[in-house]
């Protein structure tokens, strides 16, 4: 019997779940053949289906599922509610199967770094990115902004954000380009023309460990700013960050060089 394997709590949750926890699980299942790559797997929209389609030959949105009049001929494997502590799935009774967590893993890293991308860019310069998170302050970002013209000269930005209209009307920038595909921005991240990322974390911040090989900022402002940055710098590639820091936030299969910053101040100042 084929598999559908969907979690539903990722259906009402955030990006960042997704990209660290379930995908995770997903992925840990093909490699112990607990699932096939002919199982069906089913995302929150069509906007996600990017990140399984090099993984899976089929991925089903949530409406698409919905509309299976056939349900019955499936075996469906729920995730929830292991999508935000995969360890969890070892402590309960599960068909079987017991999570690795080996991220490190070639062939785990591998997959992590499947993701397909989108062939449209219309950037063909060097440029900047910004992830500006949808309810973030717009005066913040606009000195951000100011800050790349005055030290990087009139270097094309990009601004990944989910109100991209708000945006245009309240931000008085030249020479931005705004996006807001999440696939398209993935791709933006993974452009070797790509020579700075800038981001506030949550999901879009954390999906650039899977696709950018290049600098990257993080700072915080609407999160606690509970990494510093000495924090980070000192002890992220000594392996001394909790195993629960690993599993949530911090796998970093691509190549890319990660900079935590406690303030807007600290993160301005070093643009």
């Not at 930005?157 to 807001?180: M, R, T």
């Not at 070797?192 to 915080?220: A, D, H, M, R, T």
């Not at 980070?232 to 691509?254: A, C, H, Q, V």
Request: a neutral charge.
């Amino acid at each position: 019997m084929k598999n559908i394997i969907i979690s539903s709590s990722e259906l009402e949750s955030c990006l960042g779940h997704e990209i660290h926890m379930t995908r995770c699980i997903i992925i840990d299942m093909l490699l112990q053949k607990y699932i096939k790559k002919t199982d069906i797997i089913v995302v929150k929209n069509d906007e996600r289906k990017f990140l399984y389609e090099l993984l899976f030959d089929k991925v089903l949105s949530y409406k698409e599922f919905s509309y299976l009049t056939d349900i019955q001929k499936y075996n469906i494997i729920d995730l929830y509610p292991f999508s935000k502590d995969p360890t969890a799935i070892n402590h309960q009774k599960f068909k079987g199967f017991t999570y690795s967590s080996n991220y490190y893993d070639k062939n785990f890293k591998e997959c992590l770094l499947k993701i397909k991308y989108a062939d449209n860019l219309i950037i063909d310069s060097k440029f900047i990115l910004i992830h500006h998170r949808y309810n973030f302050d717009i005066s913040i970002l606009k000195k951000i902004c100011d800050k790349i013209k005055n030290t990087h000269g009139n270097i094309k930005i990009i601004i990944f954000n989910n109100n991209i209209n708000e945006l245009k009307k309240n931000l008085d920038v030249e020479n931005v380009v705004f996006i807001d595909n999440l696939q398209l921005y993935s791709t933006y991240l993974h452009d070797p023309k790509c020579q700075l990322f800038i981001s506030e974390w949550s999901g879009g911040g954390q999906l650039s460990q899977y696709c950018n090989n290049g600098k990257v900022k993080y700072y915080y402002y609407t999160y606690p700013p509970y990494y510093t940055s000495t924090f980070y710098n000192e002890n992220y590639n000594k392996s001394m960050i909790s195993r629960y820091d690993i599993l949530w936030d911090f796998k970093k299969p691509s190549e890319c060089e990660i900079e935590f910053f406690k303030n807007t101040d600290e993160l301005i100042s070093s643009i």
